[in-house]
C-alpha cells in the first residue's frame, strides 16, 4: 500500500499566489518531513514535523499535520518561479529506519 | 555547508554487467541510505547501513545488490549483473540521527544508470 500520497498530483500558479499540496499516508508516524526536489537533481529537506506537533513555519512554508486524519498539508505564501518544483512529502516507517515517499506534487510557478 | 557526493553522475551499461555507484556522506553522519527513483516515479528505499552493517533492506534490494563501506568516506552501492528495469535515478543519503527518527536526510543529486 501507498504511505504516502499527495494532491494534486500538478499545481500551476501565478507568482504572488499561495500554493497548497496534501499528503495523506497510513500508519502510525513518529514524524512527517517535506522535501523538494528541482528537476534532476536530488531530494533537498524543507521542514519536519513531529506527530506532537501540529503546525510548524519555515519561513514562507507552513506546514501542518492532522494524525487523527493522517494527514498533512503543505503551504507556500507568496510563491516564487524559483518554487517551481516537485514536493514530496515523507514518512518514517514506524520502527523502522526507512522514509517513505510520496508520490510528489509537481508545482510550477509561472513569473 | 557540507553535502553529500555522488560520482558519477550518469552511467551507461550494457544489461549484465555490473556497476558501482559511489557516494561521500557529508562526514559526521552516521547513518546512510541508497534510494532509487525511475524516471517520473515514486523515490524508493533500497537499503540502510549503520555501524558498517546493513539496518534495513527492501524487496528491491535482493541478491545483485550490495553496499559497502570501503574506507572512513566512501559508501557504494553495487549492482552485480545489471538489468534493463535497473535503468533508474539512484540517490545515497545520510543523516546524522536514524532517519526515520526525527532527523532530515541529505541527498546527493544522483547517479542516472541507464542500462542498455
Known amino acids: 500500500s501507498q504511505q504516502g500520497e499527495e494532491d494534486p498530483q500538478a499545481l500551476s500558479i501565478q507568482e504572488g499566489e499561495n500554493a497548497t499540496m496534501n499528503c495523506s499516508y497510513k500508519t502510525s508516524i513518529n514524524n512527517l518531513q517535506w522535501y523538494r526536489q528541482n528537476s534532476g537533481r536530488g531530494l533537498v529537506h524543507l521542514i519536519l514535523?513531529?506527530?506532537?506537533?501540529r503546525e510548524k513555519h519555515s519561513g514562507r512554508l507552513r506546514v501542518t499535520l492532522d494524525t487523527s486524519k493522517k494527514s498533512s498539508s503543505l503551504l507556500i505564501t507568496a510563491s516564487r518561479a524559483a518554487d517551481t518544483a516537485s514536493y514530496f512529502c515523507a514518512t518514517d516507517d514506524y520502527n523502522t529506519d526507512k522514509l517513505i515517499f510520496g508520490t510528489g506534487t509537481r508545482l510550477q510557478v509561472f513569473p | 555547508e557540507p553535502e553529500v557526493t555522488q560520482t558519477p553522475s550518469h552511467q551507461v551499461t550494457q544489461m549484465g554487467q555490473e556497476v558501482i555507484l559511489r557516494c561521500v556522506p557529508i562526514?559526521?553522519?552516521?547513518?546512510f541510505y541508497w534510494y532509487r527513483q525511475i524516471l517520473g516515479q515514486k523515490v524508493e528505499f533500497l537499503v540502510s547501513f549503520y555501524n558498517n552493517e546493513i539496518s534495513e533492506k527492501s524487496e528491491i534490494f535482493d541478491d545483485q545488490f550490495s553496499v559497502e563501506r570501503p574506507d572512513g568516506s566512501n559508501f557504494t552501492l553495487k549492482i552485480r549483473s545489471t538489468k534493463l528495469e535497473d535503468s533508474a535515478m539512484y540517490f545515497c543519503a545520510s543523516s546524522l540521527n536514524r532517519g526515520a527518527y526525527n532527523s532530515p536526510l541529505h541527498f546527493g543529486n544522483g547517479t542516472r544508470l541507464t542500462v542498455t
Open positions: 514535523i513531529r506527530s506532537n506537533e
Open positions: 562526514s559526521n553522519h552516521l547513518y
